[in-house]
């Protein structure tokens, strides 16, 4: 996200006009009853999302997802070399507000793309949310995971509404 761009997180992490935890307009916290409210906000901010996953129905399941929770400028890349391809072809000029990762994929696993993205050898802001998908269980994995630097590591299947509600967190607002 660059300076210019409307969606540039400010000075505290969250987006110009929203309020943050270090905002004066904390009490301004955004909370919603219900769903609809909270798709249609998430639809005004304009998202855009990248999913990484080697297995096409599940990228189809998570851009419906993302949809239903509001998020429509999807694109995919079916493993981490090719995401790492196409957010060098876009550059600054489109680059994703959010990456949804599945773990364990072929070619270039989600653990190495992580890493890549974090250590700024990509094209976009290295603080970029990264959200990591998995059917993995073991506990080490998962930690190691974080540890390289997910945001958030969420287990599949997820339902819309968890998924949005993990959106929302990283984004800086509250549900």
Known sequence: MSSSDPKTLGQNGA???????????ADATLRFAGHGASVSFLESLKIRALIVDDNRTMRQILR?????AGIQDVVEADNGINA???????????????????????????????SHVRR???????????????????????DVTEQVGATAVLKKPISTADLTAEIWRVIGLKV
């Open 64 to 68: 419906q997802l993302l949809g239903q």
């Open 120 to 142: 700024g050898r990509t094209s976009i802001d290295v603080r970029t949310p990264v959200l990591m998908l998995t059917g993995e269980t073991d506990q080490f994995v998962l």
């Open 15 to 25: 987006r110009p006009g929203m309020p943050s935890n270090g905002d004066s307009h």
């Open 84 to 114: 790492i391809d196409m957010l060098s072809r876009v550059g600054s000029s489109a680059p994703p507000d959010l990456i949804l990762c599945d773990l364990h994929m072929d070619k270039m696993d989600g653990m190495e793309f992580l």
